[in-house]
């Protein structure tokens, strides 16, 4: 079963304009990690966070956590028409032996040039 | 290589035959993880290989599926009396060490049963 949530579903912006992509997840984690997915095939690991982090930049990324309302968002600035995508993030329990990934159900991206 | 290599990239297969699905993952990877990705969710966990051993495969959904890597490397996803409801993108994904934090991807084998 899948843990997060995505939140949009979908998203559909001008390039030039910041994209906000919320998850929430259910259970106590080790890290949340946001990774991206072109035609529906592999996915590229774009950041991660960890539990005791509330906030990270990378680039053009921003991704911020609320561990206390188990949640994130990933700000993806001056976007891209190449930034169309859709993306996942995914949270790596805390628990012993919790190495797997669970991802939520993800947001599509798109940027209309 | 330098990625994750999995084969075949496309598989259509009728329903009720035996399918092998291939995941080479990037050298010196000890953690192997394959997922299934239906169309529009994302990816669910299927079963965790640590070196050789399955550390975890409480992601199977029945014993119609198995996965093998005798060496430690390469891994065998099979799907036995295959079924519609099969279909799916099956991924793989490795990283250095079950610790690690980053898994990195192949580009996935899409299953059709038809």
Redesign the interface.
């Given at each position: 079963?899948?843990q997060?949530e995505e939140d949009p579903q979908a998203l559909s912006i001008q390039e030039g304009e910041n994209a906000t992509m919320n998850c929430s997840y259910k259970t106590s984690i080790n890290?949340l990690?946001w990774?991206r997915q072109n035609s529906?095939?592999?996915?590229?690991?774009l950041i991660?966070i960890r539990s005791n982090e509330r906030e990270k930049h990378s680039g053009r990324l921003r991704v911020t956590l609320d561990t206390s309302k188990k949640s994130s968002s990933l700000l993806i600035t001056a976007s891209r028409a190449a930034d169309t995508a859709s993306y996942?993030c995914?949270t790596?329990g805390s628990g012993a032996?919790s190495?797997?990934?669970?991802?939520?159900?993800?947001t599509k991206l798109s940027v209309i040039p | 290589g330098a990625g994750v290599s999995q084969t075949p990239s496309n598989k259509v297969t009728e329903k009720g035959k035996y399918v092998e699905l291939r995941c080479d993952p990037i050298s010196g990877h000890t953690a192997l993880y394959w997922y299934r990705q239906s169309l529009g969710q994302g990816p669910e966990f299927l079963i965790y290989f640590q070196g050789t051993g399955a550390a975890d495969d409480s992601g199977l959904p029945n014993d119609r599926f198995f996965a093998v890597r005798p060496e430690g490397s390469v891994s065998t996803l099979k799907i036995q009396r295959t079924e519609r409801g099969d279909s799916a993108v099956y991924l793989c994904a490795s990283s250095i060490n079950r610790g690690s934090t980053e898994a990195f991807f192949g580009q996935g084998t899409r299953l059709t049963v038809v």
């Open positions: 079963s899948q997060g890290n990690q990774y529906g095939r592999g996915l590229v690991h991660l996942f995914a790596r032996g190495y797997q990934l669970t991802f939520g159900k993800g | -």
